[in-house]
C-alpha cells in the first residue's frame, strides 16, 4: 500500500483529496493518509482528520488517518507528498486582495500583486519542504497545488534538490467538466490539448471520439454558451468576435488580461463591501469547519463545491494513480518545459498536457504558441521567472523590476507604493527580505 502525506492537512479542500483516494482505492491502495499542519492550524487539522476518518469507516476502505505538526515526522517513507498550504493563512490572502486594490490595482490571490506576494511568502517554504524530503523520502512525489502553483512548482524544479516534482490546478480539469457539458458528452470521450502556463492556460484543439470539434466548440464559447468553470472567478460574457478572432480557448483568468476593467471595477465594489474572495471564503470556511464537525456526517459535504478549488482532488488521484499504475493516458499537469512549447525556456514550468507514466509526466510537443496567445504567455513567464529569482534571493530590485514587469501592474512607481506596503504588511513571512 501507498504513503501519502497531505501538507496543509489542515485545509477544508481535505475532505475532497480523502473522498477521491476512497473512489479510487481499488487502482490506488492507499495504506496511510498523513494530514500535515503548523499549531496554528491544530483545530482545523482535528476536525478534519476527525471527518476523515468517519469517512473512511463509512465507506469500509483501510485507510489509516494519521495527523502531525511536525512534517518530518510524516514524512520518512512517502510515496507521494501532496502540498496545499496556506502561509500566513487566510489573513494573509485578504491582504494581497485588499492592499492591490486599495490602490486601484486588480487584488487576486494568484495574478498581479496578490499573487506576487503570496509567491514570496510560500517559495522559501516550499524550498524547506524540498530539503526535508531529500533528506527523508527522496523516492516520493511532489504534487504541489499551493498557489501560485505555477511558480511554486517551478520554484522546487530550478532550485530544490527534488526533481520528482509536479504541479497541479483544478482549472484545466474544470474546463473539460464545462467543455464536455456544453457537447453533452461524458468527460472520458473528450481531449483538449492545453498548453501555456497555470491559469494562464489555453485550450489549442478539442477533440471528441477523436475527432477534432475545435471549431464548434469555439463557436459556442463565442455565443455564450460555456457555463462556469471555477466558482471564485465571475462569469462575464466574452465579446463574441473577440472569442471568434481568438481561435482558441482562453480559461477563466483570462479575464484579469482580456477583460480588465470590469473585472477591476468588480472586485472594488466588492472590496468597498468588505466582500473580497477571501472576506467570502473566510465566512464559508467557518460554515464548513461548523459541518465537519458533525460526529454524524460521514461523507464530503456539497456545500464545498462553492470553492474555487472543487474536484481538484479529481486531478490529483488521477495523477497519482496514473503514476502508480503507469497508465501512459493524457492529463495536463504543470511540468518542465523541456521544449514542448518553444519559445519558453527548457527548465520553466508549463501547463500543458503530458503523457503519465510512472516516470512523470512527458509533456506533448506543441510547439510555438499561436501569435495571439504567445506574447502575453511569454511576458506572464518573465514575470513568473524574475518573481522566483526575487522570491530566492530577497533581492529588492528584482522584486521591484518582477512586479513593474507585470501588465495588472506596468508601472515602476505603482510597483514601488504597493511592493513598499505589501513588505511591511507581510514581513513576518518574508525571511529572506
Ligand atoms: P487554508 O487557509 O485552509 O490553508 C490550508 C492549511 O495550511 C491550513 O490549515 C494552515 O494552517 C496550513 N498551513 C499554513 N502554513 C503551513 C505550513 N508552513 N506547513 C503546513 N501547513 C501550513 O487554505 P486553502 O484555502 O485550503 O488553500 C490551500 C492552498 O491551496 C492555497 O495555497 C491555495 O491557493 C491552494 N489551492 C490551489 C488550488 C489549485 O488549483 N492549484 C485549488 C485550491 C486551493
Ligand atoms: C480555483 C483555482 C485555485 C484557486 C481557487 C480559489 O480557481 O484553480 O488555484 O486557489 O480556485 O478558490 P477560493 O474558493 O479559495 O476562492
Ligand atoms: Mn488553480
Ligand atoms: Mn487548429
Not at 168 to 181: Q, S, T, Y
Not at 287 to 307: A, H
Not at 349 to 355: G, H, K, M, Q, T
Request: hydrophobic letters at 40%; proline letters at 5%.
Amino acid at each position: 500500500g501507498l504513503k501519502i502525506v497531505t501538507i496543509g492537512g489542515g485545509s477544508s479542500y481535505t475532505p475532497e483529496i480523502v473522498e477521491g483516494f476512497i473512489k479510487r482505492y481499488d487502482e490506488l491502495p492507499v495504506r496511510e493518509l498523513w494530514l500535515v499542519d503548523i499549531p496554528e492550524g491544530k483545530d482545523k487539522l482535528d476536525t478534519v482528520a476527525g471527518l476523515a476518518r468517519r469517512m473512511v469507516r463509512e465507506a469500509g476502505v483501510p485507510i489509516g488517518i494519521h495527523t502531525t505538526l511536525d512534517r518530518r515526522e510524516a514524512l520518512p517513507d512517502a510515496d507521494f507528498v501532496t502540498t496545499q498550504l496556506r502561509v500566513g493563512l487566510l489573513d494573509a490572502r485578504i491582504r494581497d486582495e485588499r492592499i492591490p486594490l486599495s490602490h486601484g490595482y486588480i487584488g487576486q490571490e494568484t495574478n498581479g500583486a496578490g499573487g506576487f506576494l503570496k509567491a514570496l511568502r510560500t517559495i522559501p517554504v516550499i524550498l524547506d519542504i524540498d530539503r526535508d524530503m531529500a533528506e527523508l523520502c527522496p523516492q516520493a512525489w511532489l504534487i504541489n497545488f499551493t498557489n501560485p502553483s505555477g511558480m511554486v512548482t517551478e520554484a522546487v524544479a530550478r532550485y530544490g534538490k527534488n526533481k520528482k516534482v509536479i504541479g497541479l490546478c483544478n482549472v484545466p480539469i474544470g474546463m473539460e467538466m464545462a467543455i464536455a457539458k456544453l457537447l453533452e458528452i461524458d468527460q472520458s470521450r473528450l481531449r483538449i490539448d492545453f498548453a501555456g502556463l497555470n491559469h494562464m492556460v489555453f485550450g489549442l484543439h478539442v477533440y471528441a471520439d477523436g475527432v477534432d470539434v475545435t471549431r464548434k466548440v469555439i463557436e459556442r464559447i463565442a455565443s455564450g454558451e460555456l457555463g462556469e468553470v471555477v466558482k471564485n472567478i465571475i462569469n462575464i460574457k466574452w465579446i463574441p468576435e473577440f472569442i471568434t478572432g481568438l481561435d482558441i480557448i482562453p480559461c477563466p483568468y483570462h479575464r484579469y488580461y482580456f477583460k480588465k476593467d470590469e473585472m477591476l471595477a468588480t472586485e472594488l465594489e466588492e472590496f468597498t463591501k468588505g466582500e473580497t474572495r477571501a472576506e467570502l471564503v473566510k465566512q464559508l470556511e467557518n460554515q464548513l469547519f461548523e459541518l465537519y464537525k458533525d460526529p454524524e456526517l460521514k461523507t464530503k459535504p456539497p456545500q464545498l463545491e462553492k470553492r474555487g478549488g472543487a474536484y481538484y482532488s479529481d486531478a490529483a488521484c488521477r495523477l497519482i494513480s496514473s503514476i502508480y499504475n503507469d497508465k501512459h493516458d493524457i492529463q495536463p499537469v504543470d511540468t518542465v518545459n523541456r521544449g514542448a512549447i518553444s519559445g519558453i525556456a527548457s527548465d520553466s514550468i508549463v501547463e500543458v498536457s503530458s503523457v503519465i507514466t510512472k516516470s512523470g509526466p512527458k509533456p506533448l510537443t506543441m510547439g510555438e504558441l499561436p501569435v495571439q496567445a504567445n506574447g502575453l504567455v511569454q511576458q506572464i513567464k518573465s514575470f513568473e521567472r524574475v518573481t522566483i529569482d526575487a522570491a530566492v534571493s530577497g533581492d529588492y530590485s528584482t522584486a521591484l523590476l518582477a512586479l513593474t514587469i507585470n501588465p495588472l501592474i506596468a508601472s515602476d512607481t505603482a510597483a514601488k507604493l504597493l511592493l513598499d506596503e505589501m513588505l511591511e504588511a507581510n514581513k513576518d513571512y518574508l525571511p529572506q527580505f
